[in-house]
């Protein structure tokens, strides 16, 4: 009885280590554009995965060039230091998740994040130090998405 419950504790811990949703570097690319003239950074996630990319929406840039909730891990680093991005919640609560953006195998997902977003606009337009800092972490989707 004792090597039953292993072997089903070993099927168990196999089964659970194969729906790992965890990708190589390889499996995506992040590119961010400094666009000046629009006074926003173009960023760009492409996928090079079989199956289709999730981003959380709380980690992607909204329609307005920000993001939905705060994070640590995105600002702008100038001459006078590093600039948080302004959001419009500090922390959120979304049960069952706030929603994915997918990105299926082969395409890919357009954004910005506007200078505004970390300060005045113009402050940063004359900043040519300014480096965007996004930390981001796709991951392949769990369940199929269209």
């Known amino acids: 009885m004792r090597g039953v419950a292993l072997a089903v504790l070993v099927v168990t811990t ?5 729906t790992s949703t965890s990708l190589s570097p390889d499996a995506y690319r992040l590119e961010i554009r400094d666009n000046p003239a629009a006074r926003r950074f ?3 996630l492409y ?6 990319l999730c981003v959380g929406r709380d980690s992607w840039p909204t329609s307005t060039g920000t993001l ?5 891990d995105v600002y702008l680093q100038t001459s006078a230091g590093p600039r948080p991005i ?12 706030c929603g ?6 082969g395409e890919a997902l357009t954004g ?21 800092h996004y930390a981001l972490a796709p991951h392949a989707c769990r ?4």
Not at 100 to 105: A, L, N, V
């Open 14 to 18: 196999v089964a659970c280590a194969s």
């Open 68 to 72: 939905f909730v705060e994070n640590a």
């Open 112 to 132: 910005f994040f506007a200078y505004s977003a970390f300060g005045d606009a113009d402050e940063i337009a004359a900043d040519a130090s300014r480096r965007l």
């Open 86 to 97: 302004k959001s419009p919640f500090v922390s959120v609560y979304c049960p069952g998740g």
């Open 42 to 44: 173009d960023v760009v």
């Open 47 to 52: 996928s090079h995965h079989g199956r289709a």
């Open 143 to 146: 369940r199929l998405h269209r």
């Open 100 to 105: 994915e953006q997918t990105i299926k195998p």
